[in-house]
């Protein structure tokens, strides 16, 4: 397999060119140049793209994107139409996946990285969250819609019918009065952690893995135990690597559109999880709090997509709306996570 | 020298129960990714291939030599129901070939660029556009190409030559992937370029080879194995690609090549399926499955064969 190895030169038939050929120097030359312009355009392409990309997606929306558009709910009328719905069903699932696939994830970095010996069962893990990175986030939806969606069902049947929790009177009153839906913001979040955490638990590693093992050498040569050594010293020196990854990560969620698809989200709604539309409610209405993780949402690409779709071609300009505000949140998720890189790490040198 | 105070938790004796308890519970976070695999195979053969219980599976109803062969894909409840996923897996090919043939020279040459020729300054301007483009949500690809590339770039091209172009089209989609995948193929072939040993460029160079003759018979031959590898993720990646290819392949479940007509993919009748309102027990529903095991097979192989080649081909340099 040594195909390039240095010593055998001379003889190797692929680079025959070196002894001359049949070629000119200034024919190789003048190759030489072609390709290099045919590999840079090739590059600048990319940059023609997105600018062409951004430009077409501003210049679409002119004629809708006003603040009604952020403060509006979705309308068939698409001189109303506002993506207020969206915004608020991606926050929550945002709020939620991040909840349940950071811990999930950054404890498997932490034994993957830290605990776990080279064993057949470390292996297998290792194999399969490489394949899971490669499974389309629609076939996480079908797992979502089955599983996930199915226990929700079961779980409205049990609330919403005689048999009503009975944890203190308390509890039980409330419960009733919530309407359960089994396409809920926790069944979607449930899904996308599904979907980002083989990601996550990358990133992780990576941060895990740049900590230097003379940290870890040190901490316990001066008597701290494994998971003293991990959570004292560890984990705080790979958090800035840690909390980037995991903040760039998680922010594909904002993106995801097919695996909410598939669980049966709605496409057309101006309800607003748990009627909470403004930040203010967030803290006035604790009720409202507790049921918007089990009420049903829309999310801003899905809401995306939908206008898309739309023959009206008015909608045109609400969808490109849409899409400015879904790159405008994924824009300050990402600078969030520059300046958590930049201000962590600036306590941290070695 | 005064003596160092340790703080308290440091000489806290910590039980060997405790310690042994918070790795099972790390290991439980790991594993929990062995259990989502088992549960993705778990649900995809319980509904298509064999159900439990009075609950009849797809490949119950349908037989499988039917539905791999079948020309007809037309997704209804009783009679007039045709399962055949041929349409489905022409859409899905037209549109993977075609990324394929945008994404491949673009990537392979931005990764040439970057590591043979670009300034380190450059590059690191270069290299964040790439990972921009590649954090743009699928949905706004699929808009740009309905909304955009069809109407402002094809429409046009294709009207002078003659030919006709739908609205929704194969080939619109299929460039949007191809751009979408992209940033891919280069981020992992310009990984495995620029881990081709420096020697080996400098002895060509000495030798009076030109950077074309570097880049393309040194340096891409030594890491073909990684390019390779990347091509084939980055065509998995196109194959499993949802909403882009949704909105812009159109509904139309034909069995056709002509990328200038609408073609329905897997992902897009399985988007298309979960909108609609059919009972979770008919036909149409369980279709979802049978698509989606195909579409999970196809993408898996695809990624074991590209870890496979990675792993086998490998050129290793001390």
């Known amino acids: 397999m040594t195909l390039l190895n240095p010593a055998s030169l001379p003889r190797n038939p692929a680079i025959s060119f070196i002894s001359g050929g049949d070629r000119t120097i200034r024919r190789r030359l003048f190759l030489s140049r072609v390709f290099a312009w045919a590999c840079r355009t090739a590059t600048y392409a990319s940059l023609a793209v997105l600018v062409v990309l951004l430009a077409a997606i501003i210049w679409s929306s002119i004629g809708r994107l006003a603040f009604d558009f952020v403060s509006n709910t979705n309308s068939s009328d698409p001189t109303k139409a506002g993506i207020l719905a969206g915004i608020w069903g991606s926050f929550w699932l945002i709020l939620f996946t991040a909840l349940f696939s950071v811990p999930v994830g950054v404890g498997s970095a932490v034994y993957l990285e830290e605990i776990a010996r080279d064993n057949f069962f470390v292996r297998v893990i290792k194999t399969n969250l490489s394949n899971l990175a490669g499974v389309p986030s629609i076939v996480y939806g079908i797992l979502g819609y089955t599983v996930f969606r199915s226990s929700a069902a079961v779980l409205k049947v049990w609330f919403d019918g005689q048999h009503a929790f009975n944890i203190m009177g308390l509890f039980r009153i409330r419960l009733l009065k919530l309407p359960i839906y089994e396409d809920n913001i926790l069944v979607g979040a449930l899904t996308l952690t599904l979907v980002v955490l083989p990601t996550v638990i990358a990133a992780a590693q990576e941060a895990l893995r740049s900590v230097p093992s003379s940290i870890r050498m040190a901490s316990l040569a001066l008597g701290a135990t494994r998971w003293q050594t991990i959570w004292r010293q560890v984990i705080p020196a790979a958090l800035p690597g840690i909390s980037t990854g995991v903040i760039l990560s998680t922010s594909r969620v904002v993106g995801e559109a097919a695996p909410l698809i598939m669980l049966g989200a709605l496409t057309i709604t101006t309800m607003v999880p748990g009627n909470i539309d403004s930040p203010l409610k967030l803290i006035t209405r604790p009720m409202q709090v507790l049921h918007a993780p089990l009420d049903q949402f829309t999310a801003m690409p899905i809401e995306i997509y939908d206008w898309s779709r739309q023959t009206d071609s008015q909608f045109t300009a609400v969808a490109a709306s849409g899409i400015i505000v879904l790159l405008m949140v994924l824009l300050t998720i990402n600078a969030a996570a520059m300046i958590v890189r930049h201000y962590a790490s600036r306590r941290l040198k070695w | ?318």
């Open chain 2, 1 to 318: 020298m005064t003596p160092v105070k340790l703080p308290a938790w440091a000489s806290r004796r910590v039980s060997r129960r405790h310690e042994k308890l918070i790795q099972a519970a790390l290991l439980l976070c790991a594993a929990l990714s062995v259990l989502t695999t088992a549960a993705i195979i778990l649900v995809l053969l319980t509904n298509a291939v064999y159900a439990p219980g009075a609950k009849m599976a797809f490949f119950e109803r349908v037989s499988m030599w039917d539905f791999l062969t079948g020309l007809h894909w037309k997704p209804v409840d009783g009679e007039a129901g045709r399962f055949g996923i041929i349409p489905l897996l022409c859409g899905t090919m037209m549109v993977a070939v075609i990324a394929s043939l945008v994404s491949v020279p673009a990537g392979l040459g931005a990764a040439i660029y970057m590591s043979e020729y670009a300034a380190p300054r450059e590059r690191e301007f270069l290299k964040p556009v790439l990972e921009v483009l590649a954090g743009i949500p699928s949905v706004v690809f699929g808009f740009f190409a309905l909304k955009f590339i069809t109407p402002w770039i094809l429409k046009p091209l294709f009207s002078t030559i003659g030919l006709n172009l739908q609205i929704f089209n194969t080939l619109s989609a299929g460039i949007v992937v191809g751009i979408m995948v992209t940033p891919l193929i280069a981020s992992l072939s310009e990984d495995v370029i620029r881990s081709v040993p420096r020697s080996l460029r400098e002895a060509a160079f000495a030798l009076g080879s030109t950077r074309f003759d570097v880049s393309v018979r040194i340096v891409v031959p030594a890491a073909l194995s990684g390019i390779l590898a990347a091509f084939l993720l980055a065509f998995s990646r196109a194959v499993g690609e949802t909403m882009a290819v949704t909105i812009a392949g159109g509904q139309q479940a034909i069995a056709t090549l002509n990328p200038l007509q609408g073609a329905q993919t897997m992902t897009g009748f399985m988007v298309h399926a979960s909108t609609g309102d059919s009972s979770a027990d008919s036909i149409s529903r369980m279709s979802v499955y049978a698509v989606g095991i195909a579409l999970f097979a196809m993408t898996l192989t695809i990624n074991i064969l590209s870890g496979w080649i990675l792993r086998r081909y490998r050129e290793v340099y001390q």
